[in-house]
């Protein structure tokens, strides 16, 4: 069986229960498929960021990566669970704002930020990190424009591959992010911010990827960052703060192995002590941005089984209530996933299948050959680990409504995404008057 994440438990009815509640009931309550989010393993794991670094690195800071799924009750979670907030747009930080979540906490990314973006953060006190070259004149004046300084990081890349995807692998030198720090590429950006009058350098940032297993890639990262860094002080640059970005992978199929969030933050605090005190530097402020490793586990899709088509000696498809449109991951990187008959968890997996979506597409496919229990038309099927990039990447493909997002806990279910419903695909819609 797929292993089962958080809060999920099987009823003696066979039916999958998560944070209390059955999700049977809920898939065919819905006429498309329904986001479900585990709000007490969603908190377990911010909770279990915040008190390792509190424990072994106080001067520190984590912020929830809001690209992995952003809305306004989210941005409530974390803000109640002490963490800050990263934001990559316009739109991310305008939710945020919208919430009346705390601005000294959020920390806006971006490679291609346009000057509405950088005014909206500047005017809010948000934290900018500065990507390229063309971003420090831009920054610079737009804070004499406003006559408001400030703070920034600038995003450097350690020039090393991680061990993922190619997609997700950003700290590599042929990145559209950041500064290199060959031919002191990196070195010329922050004595540029250094000299702007309202600009304040407080540090860099790097990421190296995203749904990392193997540590290797930051252990080498962070030996880089602390040659640059002593380089910097010894140009009386001094850096107070260290962004190690995000990465940790999470559980999608039973063969993914991460290390837990308490083990992973440990041994980055490890390897700062270490290369930090080996050059004699002053420890500073650490920051993280984890995004997947939190909320990834934390989300199930569910949706109905309709149609089920077999070639005979090729392949047997049962088709769904949603498809690319919901989750475009599988077509996009070739993400796998685990899953199960949610009214029927007692049964043995044994019939392999192909799971299509209903977007007219031959891509369309959300798992190929997973072995499931004789899966029928009307069953529910559970898509586990969809919380991170699922309903953020979403799309009215097809013109298919985007699924709601609920959130459950104690055998409570909210809304914390209404459902679309086809007036709302519509609802931008305009026909010109010369058309009618």
């Known amino acids: 069986m797929a292993v089962l994440h958080g809060t999920m438990k099987v009823k003696d009815n066979g039916h999958l229960l998560i944070g209390g509640v059955d999700v049977v009931e809920v898939a065919r309550e819905s006429e498309f498929p329904v986001y479900v989010l585990d709000e007490e393993l969603l908190r377990k794991n911010m909770r279990e960021y915040r008190k390792t670094f509190e424990k072994y690195y106080p001067n520190s800071m984590v912020h929830y990566a809001s690209k992995a799924l952003m809305t306004l009750a989210m941005c ?27 601005m000294d ?40 424009e406003l006559n408001k300084s400030v703070d920034v990081l600038l995003r450097i890349k350690p020039g090393i591959h991680a061990d993922t995807h190619h997609y997700v692998s950003t700290g590599h030198e042929d990145s559209k992010f950041g500064f290199i720090i060959k031919e002191d590429t990196a ?4 004595k540029q911010v250094v000299e702007k009058e309202l600009i304040n350098f407080k540090g860099i940032h790097m990421h190296i990827g995203s749904q990392i297993f193997n540590v290797t890639g930051y252990e080498k990262s962070i030996e880089i960052m602390a040659d640059f860094i002593k380089e910097l002080k010894e140009e009386n640059i001094i850096v107070k ?3 190690l970005g995000g990465g940790l992978g999470v559980i999608y199929t039973q063969e993914d192995d991460p290390m837990s ?34 909320v990834g586990e934390a989300g199930t899709t569910v949706y109905q089984v309709g149609s089920i088509t077999e070639v005979p000696g090729i392949r047997k498809y049962i088709a769904i209530n949603g498809g690319m449109g919901d989750n475009i991951r599988p077509a996009l990187y070739g993400s796998k996933y685990d899953a199960v008959i949610a009214n029927r968890m007692n049964g043995k997996e044994e019939e392999l299948v192909t799971v299509a979506g209903k977007c007219c597409e031959t891509g369309d496919i959300i798992l190929k050959d997973i072995k499931l229990n004789e899966p029928k038309s009307g069953d529910v099927l559970a898509v586990f680990t969809t919380g991170a990039y699922n309903y953020t990447m979403a799309s009215n493909y097809n013109r298919l409504p985007i699924p709601g997002v609920m959130l459950v806990n104690n055998g409570q279910k909210e809304w914390i995404v209404k459902p679309q419903s086809y007036e709302d695909i519509l609802r931008n819609d305009i026909i010109p008057e010369r058309l009618k």
Do not use: W
């Not at 990314?109 to 420090?136: A, C, Q, R, T």
């Not at 969030?261 to 530097?281: A, M, P, Q, S």
């Open 261 to 294: 969030i308490t083990d992973f933050v440990k041994l980055l605090i490890e390897y700062v002590k270490r290369e930090f005190e080996k050059r004699e530097l002053e420890l500073p402020k650490l920051m993280v941005e984890p995004g997947r490793s939190i």
């Open 241 to 243: 703060e260290f962004d």
């Open 76 to 102: 409530k979670i974390v803000e109640s669970e002490g963490l800050g907030i990263d934001v990559v747009s316009g739109g991310e930080l305008y939710t945020a704002i919208k919430a009346g979540f705390p």
């Open 187 to 190: 070195k010329k950006a922050i």
């Open 105 to 144: 906490k959020v920390v806006m990314h971006g490679n291609n930020k346009s000057v509405n973006e950088i005014k909206m953060g500047i005017e809010n006190g948000v934290k900018i990190v500065i990507d390229n070259f063309y971003e420090i004149e831009l920054v610079d004046k737009i804070t004499k």
